[in-house]
């Protein structure tokens, strides 16, 4: 089982672009989702999760307003729209999956990780 992301990229400043996580091998539907990224140097931190059902989400106070997780079931996917990006918005972004109602927070909760998606936001 491993989360498979897309759609990172090189953006400017004020751009915007559109994670995909596709998760096979698993019951999609039981699985809260989250998104983490990890800059050069830092520690992975936390960035949006999603119920099971998509009805409830959470988010970092750095992306709040700004980004939007979501996800379709019946294509076992997850997405991570972003907009307004912002230089410190550069790292890279990994799905997670976690077989819990709960959206944690903490990346050592999560089961299965993705290998990643470089996203680069220009100044």
């Known amino acids: 089982v491993q989360p498979v992301e897309s759609g990172g990229g090189l953006v400017q400043a004020g751009g915007s672009l559109r994670l995909s996580c596709a998760a096979s091998?698993?019951?999609?539907?039981?699985?809260?989702m989250g998104w983490f990224r990890q800059a050069p140097g830092k520690e992975r931190e936390f960035v949006a999760a999603?119920?099971?059902?998509?009805?409830?989400?959470s988010y970092a106070d750095s992306v709040q307003g700004r980004f939007t997780i979501s996800r379709d079931n019946a294509k076992n996917t997850v997405y991570l729209q972003m907009n307004s990006l912002k230089p410190e918005d550069t790292a890279v972004y990994y799905c997670?999956?976690?077989?819990?109602?709960?959206?944690?927070?903490?990346?050592?909760?999560?089961?299965?990780w993705g290998q990643g998606t470089q996203v680069t936001v220009s100044s």
């Open positions: 997670a999956a976690d077989l819990t109602t709960i959206r944690h927070r903490m990346a050592h909760e999560y089961d299965y």
């Open positions: 091998g698993l019951t999609f539907s039981r699985y809260t």
């Open positions: 999603i119920s099971l059902s998509g009805s409830s989400t």
